[in-house]
């Protein structure tokens, strides 16, 4: 017997239309969102994930990122703690629904669907490597005369990002995006931004460069933009005046 009013969610084989998990990380469609590389599990970036949601569900979709950015965190973790299980019910919890035919066509033809390493970050789009996958390996990423972000020891003090480093890091990442709802997608992807730097500093989740190389004309309005947007700005908590 079955209710109209209970909605029922299950996780599918790897590369049909649904969302898997299993050993190898997790998959929607033919899109790996965490894959496995030498032991770790890696979330793809932020803009990626978007894009993903946005192929298989709509833009609609993108109210969720945050919490399904989250909750890919958590199974990326269980999985990483060899807890599988643990792992798989997350993974159920996120809710996400099987995939139309013709969203997994959109999926299957994406540049996402390659067989890639979501390890190494991507050349952000605009550039000549744009949307490549780089070589992976050290390096140091300055943000027009902004404080430094690099792979120097976890001891060393974490300077946390200005506005202007926000705001590259959300232009590279949605620079793919387009429709009615971009600037939803916009600021979900700021507030994963800002939530992953005050939760775990220089850890926090991986996302395109903080550093823009040459703008087009044609974007350099929404790319102003987003070096100003005051939904880029980390929350202030304001003091209660004394009574």
């Known amino acids: 017997m079955t209710h109209p009013w209970i909605s029922w969610h299950r996780l ?3 590369g049909s239309a649904g969302l898997a998990c299993d050993q190898h990380g997790v998959a929607l ?10 032991g770790r599990y890696r979330l793809r970036s932020p803009g990626e994930i978007a894009e993903a ?7 609609d979709s993108l109210a969720m990122l945050p919490r399904w950015y989250a909750g ?11 807890k599988d299980a643990l792992a798989a019910i997350a993974a159920v919890q996120l809710g996400l629904p099987e995939i139309a035919p013709e969203r997994m066509e959109k999926l299957a033809r994406s540049s996402l669907a390659k067989d890639s390493n979501p390890d190494e970050p ?22 027009e005369n ?3 972000q690099s792979d120097a020891p976890k001891h060393s003090p974490y300077v946390k990002m200005t506005t202007r ?7 590279n990442e949605t620079r793919s995006l387009s429709g009615p709802d971009i600037d939803n997608a916009r600021v979900a992807i700021a507030h994963i931004v800002r939530n992953g730097e005050d939760q775990s500093g220089a850890d926090r989740p991986r996302t395109a460069p903080s550093d823009v190389g040459d703008v087009p004309q ?3 309005n929404i790319y102003t933009y987003m070096k100003t947007a005051k939904m880029l700005r980390p929350k202030r908590i304001q003091k209660k005046a004394k009574e």
């Open 12 to 14: 599918s084989p790897r």
């Open 218 to 220: 044609a974007e350099m």
């Open 29 to 38: 469609g033919p899109v790996a969102l965490v894959a496995s590389r030498q």
């Open 72 to 82: 890919l965190g958590r199974i990326a973790k269980a999985l990483e703690e060899g």
């Open 53 to 59: 949601l946005t192929l298989a569900y709509g833009m």
């Open 146 to 148: 902004d404080s430094v």
């Open 122 to 143: 991507r050349v952000p789009p605009g550039n000549s490597d744009g949307g490549d996958w780089t070589g992976g390996g050290g390096g140091v990423q300055v943000a």
């Open 165 to 171: 480093q926000v705001g590259n890091i959300v232009f």
